[in-house]
């Protein structure tokens, strides 16, 4: 059996990873998200920018993996699966799943801007906050970056060819803790649906996938995915299972 799982923030946010929303203290909360999340911002205050992401870096650091993805991991056990996620952390990999394709880049990878080429070296702690720091600079001059993709770039290659392959691939596919409106992510489940690949959308909230998903399951990623694939099993089918969650 083939497994495709489709994450975004949503299963991210029970583990307490913080957004720029989350800004309790307001040290972030007078920049505009794409000041710091865009090719433009780093073109003029890269310094702010690095700032900023390593702040994420070390928040992440202080999170651990919750049920959902702990659920997913174990799904190894008995199926190919294969994690498709929208988020920047690394909670699906410290859980155990292995075959992981990050769309939107990692918080844990970096690059030099200018050749491209990766950097390994370990990040500095950043217990508190600042507006600016200066970001380390690769040997052929250029400065080391966030792996993230930002406004203005485009998915990378190789993690979105990977994911269409694994959608057409998959004998189910299973989405969770996505808002369905950010494309090109928001299109593969439509994918799937167009080969008769059953999607079951996992979300305490109704999204535009809601109508189209072969089933729903209106909870939570730690309480719905523990049990999934059992009560897909006993349902019978996951057209079953809709029925039942809607009664």
């Known amino acids: 059996m083939r497994i495709a799982v489709l994450s975004g923030a949503g299963i991210s946010a029970e583990s307490g990873v913080p957004t720029f929303r989350d800004d309790r203290n307001g040290f972030w909360s007078k920049y505009d998200p794409y000041e710091l999340s865009s090719t433009d ?45 929208q988020n920047v952390d690394n909670l699906h990999e410290r859980a155990g799943s292995s075959d992981v394709q990050h769309l939107h880049g990692s918080l844990f990878e970096f690059r030099c801007d200018t050749c491209e080429r990766h950097f390994g070296d370990p990040m500095p702690d950043m217990p508190e906050p600042l507006h600016e720091v200066a970001p380390p600079r690769c040997g052929c001059g250029g400065l080391i970056r966030p792996g993230i993709v930002w406004f203005g770039e485009s998915l990378p290659d190789g ?30 489940p439509d994918l799937a649906l167009s080969r008769g690949i059953p999607v079951i959308e996992v979300n305490p909230l109704a999204t535009p996938l809601s109508e189209s998903a072969t089933a729903v399951v209106r909870e939570s990623a730690g309480v719905a995915l523990p049990t999934l694939l059992q009560r897909l099993a006993a349902a019978g089918s996951p057209s079953e299972e809709r029925a039942r969650k809607s009664n």
């Open 41 to 85: 911002g780093w073109k003029n205050n890269p310094e702010r920018v690095w700032a900023w992401y390593l702040w994420r870096h070390h928040l992440v650091l202080d999170v651990e993996p919750n049920d959902g993805h702990r659920a997913i991991a174990h799904w190894q056990d008995i199926a190919e699966v294969t994690v498709i996620t």
């Open 159 to 188: 993690p979105w060819n990977a994911a269409v392959d694994a959608v057409q691939r998959a004998d189910l596919m299973v989405v969770v803790g996505t808002s369905s409106v950010v494309y090109p992510a928001a299109g593969l």
